[in-house]
């Protein structure tokens, strides 16, 4: 079981940027081990959830917002069981609660097996 626990969110001005954090770790609070596909999703009020990054295994990365634009990133560090999510240029469209997401088996993250509670991103004009 995998227990994942985001943070960095907050209330941002249009134009700046956040980092996300997600750290994965076994239910008993000690480190999870195994490698996973994790990912990003997020909620906005009155919108379907949205696939926002995935990660693989291999390090290999998909971004599913404003790919041409190459606002976001996602990336990760094993070491420290840790998931980020970088975006540059906050829109207020990128208001919402931003969840992490993981799973053994390559799949969007909207559908992977383990989800942390959110963090909120608030974008101010």
């Known amino acids: 079981q995998v227990q994942l626990k985001e943070s960095g969110g907050g209330s941002v001005q249009a134009g700046g940027s956040l980092r996300l954090s997600c750290v994965a770790s076994?239910?008993?609070?000690?480190?999870?081990?195994?490698?996973?596909?994790m990912g990003w999703f997020r909620q906005a009020p009155g919108k379907d959830d949205e696939e926002v990054a995935l990660?693989?295994?291999?390090?290999?990365?998909?971004i599913y917002v404003d790919s041409d634009e190459g606002r976001l990133s996602v990336s990760r560090d094993n070491a420290k069981n840790t998931l980020y999510l970088e975006i540059n240029s906050l829109k207020p469209e990128d208001s919402a609660m931003y969840f992490c997401?993981?799973?053994?088996?390559?799949?969007?993250?909207?559908?992977?097996?383990?989800r942390g509670q959110g963090t909120q991103v608030t974008v101010f004009s």
């Open positions: 990660i693989r295994k291999d390090g290999d990365t998909s």
């Open positions: 076994k239910y008993d609070g000690t480190p999870y081990k195994a490698t996973l596909y």
């Open positions: 997401a993981a799973d053994s088996y390559d799949r969007f993250p909207t559908f992977m097996q383990y």
